[in-house]
């Protein structure tokens, strides 16, 4: 069973609207989580790395939340554009474990 | 800076071929990661270097793979004897500092099919 679950598998939305992706990990004891955004053909760009004292972070029109408690992460994306069209992909450190990634979310922004 | 570089960007060999995949790190940068993408297993990470010396490499599917860093600059992923089932994209990342709370910065990646 992955330790990473990324939830929905694929998401539609219309330019302009928010959207939010999910990110459940049993992967402990913690040490990072990230998350990447992926273009097409492209390697994976970070957006966010937060660690546990981290609740939430910002780099422009994502916002990253994180609930160590519950295991949590969200990706909240405002204002949607047709260039956030990729998948975004949740990694979760464990200490002395190593990486554990999630299967990804595959958005599309339509116009 | 040019940014990671990966050569080549797209392999095309036949079973039991030789395969060397190459990288060049963000100069400056200590850590080196090589990762495998496929649609079926997502992302994976199969080894990471520290000052050119390999850290992890329990991620190594088996003996067929190999790498080696044997400078700052450059490192290398082969595989030999290739197999289909090794056609997946091959990424090269790098970071500076520390490896759990720095960004890795990932190269284009080579896209590799063994027929």
């Known amino acids: 069973k992955n330790q990473v679950e990324q939830s929905p598998q694929s998401l539609i939305i219309l330019e302009g609207k928010n959207c939010t992706l999910q990110c459940n990990y049993t992967v402990s004891p913690f040490s990072n989580l990230r998350w990447y955004k992926q273009d097409t053909g492209r390697g994976p760009v970070s957006l966010t790395i937060?660690?546990?004292?981290?609740n939430t972070k910002s780099n422009g029109r994502y916002t990253a939340t994180l609930d160590a408690d519950t295991k949590q992460s969200s990706l909240h994306i405002t204002a949607s554009q047709l260039s956030d069209s990729a998948s975004y992909i949740c990694?979760?450190?464990?200490?002395?474990?190593?990486?554990?990634f999630g299967a990804g979310t595959r958005l599309t922004v339509k116009p | 800076d040019a940014g990671v570089i990966q050569s080549p960007r797209h392999e095309v060999t036949e079973m039991g071929q030789e395969v060397t995949l190459r990288c060049k790190p963000i100069s400056g940068h200590d850590y080196l990661f090589w990762y495998r993408q496929t649609m079926m297993r997502g992302l994976e990470l199969l080894i990471y270097f520290n000052n050119n010396v390999p850290i992890d490499d329990s991620g190594m599917p088996e003996d067929r793979f190999s790498a080696k860093m044997p400078n700052a600059s450059f490192s290398t992923l082969k595989i030999q004897p290739s197999e289909p089932r090794d056609s997946a994209v091959y990424f090269c990342a790098s970071s500076s500092n520390t490896f759990s709370t720095d960004t890795q910065y990932f190269g284009p990646g080579t896209r590799l099919t063994v027929l």
């Open positions: 937060m660690t546990f004292s981290e």
């Open positions: 990694v979760v450190s464990a200490v002395e474990e190593g990486m554990r």
